[in-house]
């Protein structure tokens, strides 16, 4: 069992930063991907960033490609995005996700995702 825990939201302003935690505890070197989604009000779950541990790479979504950056600290098993430029859009709750399992396709896709967190608001100001 591996359980998430996020921290970091708040309130921003149109253009400001913010920086997203993710603690990781339990059972967490059975994963394999870690990412981050966000869920908009009236909007489906959609995929930010997600990385593939052990220095296999990390993706993007197109809208926050250049501003958002996903890593990853193995000293304490945490889970980071940093956000710059943050536009109104950006707006929403966003959630740490893991999987110990393989799959095939896009990892952006939650389906792929069997651990989340509870959340953490983010909200843009204009």
């Known amino acids: 069992q591996v359980r998430l825990q996020e921290s970091g939201g708040g309130s921003v302003q149109t253009g400001g930063a913010l920086r997203l935690s993710c603690a990781a505890s339990g059972y967490t070197h059975s994963t394999i991907w870690m990412a981050w989604f966000r869920q908009a009000p009236g909007k489906e779950r959609e995929g930010v960033a997600a990385l593939r541990r052990g220095g296999g790479g990390t993706y993007y979504d197109d809208s926050v490609r250049g501003r958002f950056t996903i890593s990853h600290d193995n000293t304490d098993d945490t889970l980071y995005l940093q956000m710059t430029s943050v536009e109104p859009e950006d707006t929403a709750m966003y959630y740490c996700?893991?999987?110990?399992?393989?799959?095939?396709?896009?990892?952006?896709?939650?389906?792929?995702?069997?651990?989340w967190g509870q959340g953490t608001q983010v909200t843009v100001s204009s």
């Open positions: 996700a893991a999987t110990d399992r393989n799959f095939f396709g896009h990892p952006l896709q939650q389906q792929h995702f069997n651990y």
